[in-house]
């Protein structure tokens, strides 16, 4: 494991005041709940970003009810669903409620918390490999655009971005998070 | 090792792309925003003046107090405002 805090200890170090402590769970979660606004509910950018601020505005104020630390994903995965919800049902007043989530939001959903737990395992692999990972998968930067910011040879990013998910890999099964097919 | 696996951890990072990063900065800037937001408020208890003219112009007077006037935070204490009169 690395030396990243658990959510739980990363919610009682903000719960006590601490900013560091509030930036880095803003940090651990902001492109969860981006994606729960954006693939989720497909909110455009501008109700996207609403929606965002208010579920950090809300977590801040409402910390303190969280009854278990460690839930915090999940109580953010709720906020947002609920802000996202409100965000609709102020635009289409005339929609039943039961219809203003769209089809599927629970598959993204779940598809949101194993891409979350990947994160994790970025963050255990350690650098460059976490990096090189994330800037070629979620920023989609070209090799070239690797290379120059990593200083190293583009002729070389696609075999080190092969053995990085590797590494990722054994990370993601010594956790348990990777479980294959036939294990189930 | 199946291809398949490597395949899905790329797909499964390229779903959580960065959100852009001013929305990140002003959520990281909330605890520092409310504390000046508290501080305010509370001075406008006891100074009229500063109470006319956070009424008069929100936007300026928290921009001022170096509290930037995003729209969660106007909202905040405009709510604040209409409680503490």
Redesign the interface.
């Known amino acids: 494991m690395g030396d990243e805090p658990t959510d739980a200890a990363l919610v009682a170090r903000c719960r006590a005041?601490d900013?560091a402590a509030?930036?880095a769970l803003?940090?651990r979660f902001?492109?969860?709940?981006?994606?729960i606004c954006t693939?989720g509910f497909r909110l455009p950018q501008h109700d996207a970003?609403?929606v965002?601020?208010?579920v950090?505005?809300k977590a801040?104020e409402q910390l303190s009810k969280l009854r278990d630390d460690a839930a915090v994903r999940p109580w953010l995965a709720q906020l947002t669903r609920r802000q996202c919800i409100d965000r609709f049902r102020e635009t289409r007043r005339e929609t039943p409620a039961e219809e203003l989530e769209p089809d599927g939001v629970d598959d993204v959903l779940d598809?949101?918390d194993?891409?979350?737990a990947?994160?994790q395992g970025?963050a255990r692999i350690g650098e460059p490999c976490g990096e090189m990972?994330?800037r070629f998968?979620?920023?989609?930067q070209s090799y070239r655009t690797i290379g120059e910011e990593l200083d190293l040879p583009a002729g070389t990013i696609a075999s080190r971005i092969?053995r990085c998910?590797?590494k990722?890999?054994a990370a993601?099964e010594d956790s348990g998070a990777?479980v294959?097919p036939e294990v189930g | 090792?199946?291809t398949s696996?490597?395949e899905e951890?790329?797909?499964?990072?390229?779903?959580?792309?960065?959100?852009?990063e001013g929305?990140?900065r002003?959520?990281?800037e909330?605890?520092?925003l409310?504390r000046g937001l508290d501080d305010l408020i509370g001075r406008a208890q006891s100074d009229a003046e500063l109470r006319a003219r956070l009424v008069a112009d929100l936007e300026s007077t928290l921009s001022e107090a170096g509290i930037e006037p995003?729209?969660?935070i106007l909202a905040?204490a405009r709510a604040r405002l209409r409680s503490s009169s």
């Open positions: 005041g900013d509030w930036a803003v940090d902001a492109r969860y709940v981006y994606a693939q970003e609403d965002f601020q208010d950090f505005a801040y598809q949101l194993e891409a979350l990947v994160r970025l990972l994330d998968f979620a920023r989609d092969s998910l590797e990722l890999r993601m990777l294959g | 090792m199946a696996d490597i951890l790329g797909r499964l990072i390229a779903a959580l792309p960065p959100a852009p929305w990140v002003a959520a990281q909330l605890p520092r409310r995003t729209r969660q905040d």
